[in-house]
């Protein structure tokens, strides 16, 4: 049976702060925008028990519940959520094609915020237990199932000390183990600081995991000495991994242009090397990551989008589009020369009124639109015809060339 097809304005790839901001901006400049969350909306942020850097919290917000507000906030500007995972994507052509896996999303733009994924040990057996088996990642979502038991947290992050904290409210005993010699972790300073006062939590110093054991479900954690070797079994009800994460972009391979780990670089405008395709929150190129920095992307990738679609219009209904051949005129108002031949463009527009159809481009607001007609520098014409770039006039200072190239065209 051949598969759905469905059109949108923007689809963006992913629910987390990132995904869900931009799609806010997207709806409230009412553009049709489908969101696509393979889970549940809120992403990695909903993993976090207690935000307390996020502004406007000043008593800090459960991670879930501040994830709740983007969303119903997103639903209130009309975007569009489908709680499915996106299989693949061809995003190189002038449509992006999202597929799903009963329907193909037909996008003008494509916002990607796919986040990240998290980072695993690489331990024996670790497979085995990933997920509902005793390896976990979020501590919200799974700590009230550890109550009264024993757990054991892997990394020294702020993530790993933070949530490892958070587990003592459950958990019986919360142990840590860490890689770094006694005494060193790498969280913030305040997290540290009561992490070692805390009685319930305790460090494992110099260690990393060798192999998780077990059998229907984890039992043991086999910790391994960096300095002598040793390796001691740790019995265990659960074991919660804050390593790291990756980036989640396997699905753009060859076609965004990624870093060596996978993820994507874009300009200040979160525009990828793809026209159209943009990228927000972790899963780019970037030094902070977090639930602010991930709605500042956001935002500016859901104007971005917004300018891309609307020049796009423009420039393939106004110049590209029209039934007679097209001068454009790339120009900058604040220039004399340009000033100057403004007035021969006029003449020229007066003289083939019937004929021709006449396109000014500021190149200051829009120039883009120009370097999309190969021009970088204003004073510059181009003529077109039949949706391509018939003739080009760089750096002129009259009209006669092009109007050479237009009598040949109309006769
Ligand atoms: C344990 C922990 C604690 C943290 N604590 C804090 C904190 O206190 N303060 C702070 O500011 N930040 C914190 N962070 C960081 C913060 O959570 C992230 O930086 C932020 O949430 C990133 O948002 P994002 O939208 O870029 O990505 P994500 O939140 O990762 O969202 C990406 C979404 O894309 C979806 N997705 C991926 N691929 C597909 C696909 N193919 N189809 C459909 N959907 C897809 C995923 O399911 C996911 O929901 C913490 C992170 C962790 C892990």
């Known amino acids: 049976?051949?598969?759905?097809?469905?059109?949108?304005?923007?689809?963006?790839?992913?629910?987390?702060?990132?995904?869900?901001?931009?799609?806010?901006?997207?709806?409230?400049?009412?553009?049709?925008?489908?969101?696509?969350?393979k889970a549940l909306p809120g992403g990695l942020a909903t993993y976090t028990s207690e935000i307390e850097n996020y502004p406007g919290f000043p008593e800090a917000i459960p991670g879930?519940?501040?994830?709740?507000?983007?969303?119903?906030?997103?639903?209130r500007f009309g975007v569009e959520f489908k709680l499915t995972a996106v299989k693949q994507a061809d995003l190189t052509g002038g449509e992006k094609v999202i597929s799903t896996f009963r329907?193909?999303?037909?996008?003008?733009?494509?916002?990607?915020?796919?986040?990240?994924?998290?980072?695993?040990?690489g331990a024996i057996g670790e497979e085995s237990f990933l997920y509902d088996k005793g390896i976990s990642f979020c501590a919200t979502c799974d700590a009230a199932y550890y109550t009264g038991k024993k757990v054991l947290v892997v990394g020294s992050g702020d993530a790993a000390i933070e949530e490892a904290?958070?587990?003592?409210?459950?958990?019986?005993?919360?142990?840590v183990s860490v890689i770094h010699d006694r005494g060193i972790v790498d969280a913030n300073e305040v997290a540290k600081e009561h992490a070692f006062a805390n009685p319930k939590l305790e460090f494992i110093w110099n260690t990393v995991v060798d192999e998780f054991r077990g059998g229907e479900r984890l039992q043991q954690v086999v910790l391994k000495n960096i300095k002598t070797g040793e390796l001691s079994p740790v019995d265990v009800d659960g074991c919660f991994l804050f390593i790291g994460y990756l980036p989640d972009t396997d699905l753009?391979?060859?076609?965004?242009?990624?870093?060596?780990?996978?993820?994507?670089?874009?300009?200040d405008n979160m525009a990828t090397n793809l026209p159209g395709v943009f990228a927000v929150g972790d899963v780019r190129v970037k030094g902070l990551r977090q639930v602010a920095t991930a709605v500042g992307d956001g935002a500016v990738g859901g104007v971005a989008a917004e300018r891309y679609l609307a020049e796009k219009a423009y420039f393939d209904e106004q110049i590209m589009g029209g039934s007679c051949p097209t001068v454009v005129y790339c120009w900058n108002p604040t220039d004399p020369v340009c000033r100057s031949l403004m007035s021969d463009v006029e003449k020229?527009?007066?003289?083939?009124?019937?004929?021709?159809?006449?396109?000014?481009?500021?190149?200051?607001?829009?120039?883009?639109?120009?370097?999309?007609?190969g021009i970088q520098q204003a004073p510059a014409l181009a003529l077109v015809s039949d949706r391509a770039v018939a003739y080009r006039a760089l750096e002129c200072t009259d009209v006669r060339a092009i109007e050479a190239e237009l009598a040949k065209m109309i006769g």
């Open 103 to 121: 329907t193909d999303y037909v996008a003008k733009a494509v916002i990607v915020a796919s986040g990240g994924k998290p980072r695993l040990t």
């Open 165 to 175: 904290m958070f587990l003592t409210k459950f958990a019986d005993k919360v142990q």
């Open 348 to 373: 020229l527009k007066e003289k083939y009124r019937e004929q021709v159809k006449v396109v000014n481009v500021d190149m200051y607001k829009a120039g883009s639109l120009a370097a999309r007609l």
């Open 1 to 37: 049976m051949a598969k759905q097809r469905e059109y949108c304005d923007v689809a963006v790839i992913g629910g987390g702060a990132a995904g869900l901001t931009a799609a806010i901006y997207c709806g409230r400049a009412r553009l049709k925008t489908v969101l696509f969350e």
């Open 64 to 75: 879930t519940a501040l994830m709740k507000l983007f969303e119903k906030q997103a639903k």
């Open 252 to 267: 753009f391979k060859g076609q965004v242009e990624m870093d060596g780990r996978g993820y994507i670089p874009t300009d």
